[in-house]
Structures are given as C-alpha cells and as structure tokens.
C-alpha cells in the first residue's frame, strides 16, 4: 500500500535548487520518517484490538528511508524473532481453514482502515517537518 503525493516533484525540485541534493535527502528522509513513525502508533493502537499475545504489536515497525523507482519511500513491516509477517496477511484478508471454511478474522482490514486513518496524519506531519527544516 502506498500514498503519494501530488506536486511532491517540483517541492522537491526546489528543495534541490535551494538546498543542493543531499541535504534535501536528508530533510526530505527526516520528514518521512517522522510521518512514517506516527503511521505505526496508528496501526499499532488499531492492532491491539485483536491482539492476544501482543507479538504483532511489538514487531511492527519502520524501515530506514530508500529509493523505489526514482521516490524516497518507506515501509511498514514486521521483522522479529516470532516472525509475525508470516500470519499479517491472514489477519488482514481472512483465510481457509483446515475444513475448507472461509474464516473472518477479527483483525481483518484493521491495517487498511488504519493506512485511511493515518493518511492525513501523515502528509500534515510531513508538510510540518519539511516546513520546519526549511
């Protein structure tokens, strides 16, 4: 799931004729991350709802700042030692069981309805970061 922005393209040309390229990097990977990092309470507040042992909760988390076809990005995702990602997408989307029986999750469509939650959040904290460094 992405968000995007519109007219991100010329903030960030400028940003590069003002500032010079690495330093609009820096501002502009500052500013996902702080973004990014308030997208994660989000969904870790709406995850808690289902949870039972807490495990999803504690392995979600943000990746560091990369480069995906040319736009700075960054991900959520669950990295840890019981290996939550394996069972997110069940939660998320429902699954069969053993019978055959389509099974209705309680967590399921939790990260969407927090990813839609999130998004205003998120591009409000990203125009204040880039706002402040600037």
């Known amino acids: 799931m992405s ?8 903030i960030i040309a400028h940003l590069e004729k003002k500032f010079g390229k690495t330093a ?6 500052f500013a996902l991350t702080k973004g990014g990092q308030k997208v994660v309470q989000i969904i870790k507040s709406n995850i808690g709802s289902f949870k039972d042992t807490g495990e999803s909760v504690k392995e979600t988390s943000l990746s560091k700042p990369m480069t995906i076809n040319g736009v700075r990005t960054v991900k959520v995702h669950w990295r ?3 290996q939550r990602y394996r069972i997110i997408h069940l939660n998320e989307f429902g699954h069969y069981d053993r ?10 469509g939790v990260i969407e309805r927090a990813m839609r939650e999130g998004r205003e ?9 880039i706002r402040k460094r600037v």
């Open 80 to 82: 840890g030692p019981k």
């Open 24 to 29: 609009t990097k820096r501002i502009t990977d």
């Open 99 to 108: 019978s055959g029986k389509w099974v209705n999750t309680a967590g399921k």
């Open 121 to 129: 959040t998120y591009f409000r904290t990203v125009k204040e970061e």
């Open 3 to 10: 968000i995007s922005v519109k007219g991100d393209k010329e």
